[in-house]
């Protein structure tokens, strides 16, 4: 019986020995990369393909103007390889600020470098912020190309070994790039120089990309006062807009109460969504539509 036990016994340790190391290397961790939008994390987890895990700060139907980062998110900034910031997200110079001392050596790279930014759009409640940057840069498929070339040269940066691999990945994502705004170019040709309204001004660069013209409701991107609100909504009139674009989550029902004057269509946007391509469709589709 004691033999027959210490028989079982040592088959189960070279069961264990055997199967522990396989067990270690599916659990083997990647390293992290850490964006702070969806959009991006769309954008790099093509690029980088499956040698990284990209996690985001901001999760799908977050606001960036009320953003206040978990614990949990800033760990994992903490523990990550490298942050790519958007750019001129007002959250996300606060957020390298408490999360250097602990990580020092943090590679962070800028995914707007290089993109000819709009001012003036978004007031954040007095004029001396009046002409901050747009921070909106992704919503423009022109603005992406940009936006992908600088995540390919972050991701030669940190890994040179697996170039080949980023560069094969980068001109995929560049000519799927290409093709959509084509697409969107003959779309929204019919519609050019037409207004369409919007609750906080996240279009800015879409617009200048196709020759549209963003009026926004609320540039401070929360309640606006009465008198800002009924300015907005007399220029809505006089342009003759036909559609509204709001956030559900965020800004329904003032959108919906400013509507009741401005009688265009109301389309339910999420420019921070993961599925960017999808949205950015949609968007050209609703402007263009009788």
């Given at each position: 019986?004691?033999?027959?036990?210490?028989?079982?016994?040592?088959?189960?340790?070279?069961?264990?020995?055997?199967?522990?190391?396989?067990?270690?290397?599916?659990?083997?961790?990647?390293?992290?990369?850490?964006?702070?939008?969806?959009?991006?994390?769309?954008?790099?987890?093509?690029?980088?393909?499956?040698?990284?895990?990209?996690?985001?700060?901001?999760?799908?139907?977050?606001?960036?103007?009320?953003?206040?980062?978990?614990?949990?998110?800033l760990l994992n900034l903490e523990s990550s390889k490298a942050y790519f910031?958007?750019?001129?997200?007002?959250?996300?110079?606060?957020?390298?600020?408490?999360?250097?001392?602990?990580?020092?050596?943090?590679?962070?790279?800028?995914n707007s470098d290089g993109i000819e930014l709009i001012t003036g759009t978004?007031?954040?409640?007095?004029?001396?912020?009046?002409?901050?940057?747009?921070?909106?840069?992704?919503?423009?498929?022109?603005?992406?190309?940009?936006?992908?070339?600088?995540?390919?040269?972050?991701?030669?940066?940190?890994?040179?070994?697996?170039?080949?691999?980023?560069?094969?990945?980068?001109?995929?994502?560049?000519?799927?790039?290409?093709?959509?705004?084509?697409?969107?170019?003959?779309?929204?040709?019919?519609?050019?120089?037409?207004?369409?309204?919007?609750?906080?001004?996240?279009?800015?660069?879409?617009?200048?990309?196709?020759?549209?013209?963003?009026?926004?409701?609320?540039?401070?991107?929360?309640?606006?006062?009465?008198?800002?609100?009924?300015?907005?909504?007399?220029?809505?009139?006089?342009?003759?807009?036909?559609?509204?674009?709001?956030?559900?989550?965020?800004?329904?029902?003032?959108?919906?109460?400013?509507?009741?004057?401005?009688?265009?269509?109301?389309?339910?946007?999420?420019?921070?969504?993961?599925?960017?391509?999808?949205?950015?469709?949609?968007?050209?589709?609703a402007i263009a539509e009788p």
């Amino acid at each position: 019986m004691r033999i027959a036990i210490t028989r079982h016994i040592t088959i189960l340790f070279m069961s264990l020995s055997i199967l522990l190391p396989s067990c270690a290397r599916h659990t083997e961790s990647k390293p992290v990369i850490t964006v702070s939008i969806q959009p991006q994390k769309y954008f790099l987890e093509k690029i980088a393909g499956d040698k990284w895990e990209i996690k985001c700060l901001l999760s799908n139907g977050g606001s960036p103007e009320t953003y206040d980062p978990a614990m949990t998110h800033l760990l994992n900034l903490e523990s990550s390889k490298a942050y790519f910031r958007m750019g001129n997200i007002p959250f996300e110079s606060a957020i390298i600020n408490k999360v250097h001392n602990n990580n020092p050596g943090l590679r962070i790279y800028n995914n707007s470098d290089g993109i000819e930014l709009i001012t003036g759009t978004h007031t954040h409640g007095d004029i001396e912020h009046s002409d901050a940057p747009d921070p909106h840069t992704w919503t423009s498929v022109k603005n992406a190309r940009i936006i992908a070339t600088n995540m390919y040269n972050a991701m030669v940066d940190l890994d040179p070994g697996n170039k080949d691999e980023y560069a094969r990945n980068f001109r995929s994502v560049i000519t799927s790039l290409d093709s959509l705004d084509t697409s969107l170019d003959s779309i929204l040709a019919p519609s050019r120089g037409e207004a369409f309204v919007v609750w906080h001004p996240s279009l800015s660069y879409f617009a200048r990309d196709y020759g549209l013209r963003q009026i926004s409701l609320s540039p401070e991107g929360k309640e606006a006062s009465v008198n800002m609100m009924q300015a907005s909504v007399d220029s809505a009139r006089a342009s003759g807009a036909k559609i509204l674009f709001f956030q559900k989550d965020i800004d329904s029902r003032q959108a919906e109460t400013a509507n009741e004057q401005i009688e265009a269509r109301l389309v339910n946007i999420n420019p921070l969504s993961y599925n960017w391509d999808k949205e950015i469709i949609q968007i050209a589709n609703a402007i263009a539509e009788p």
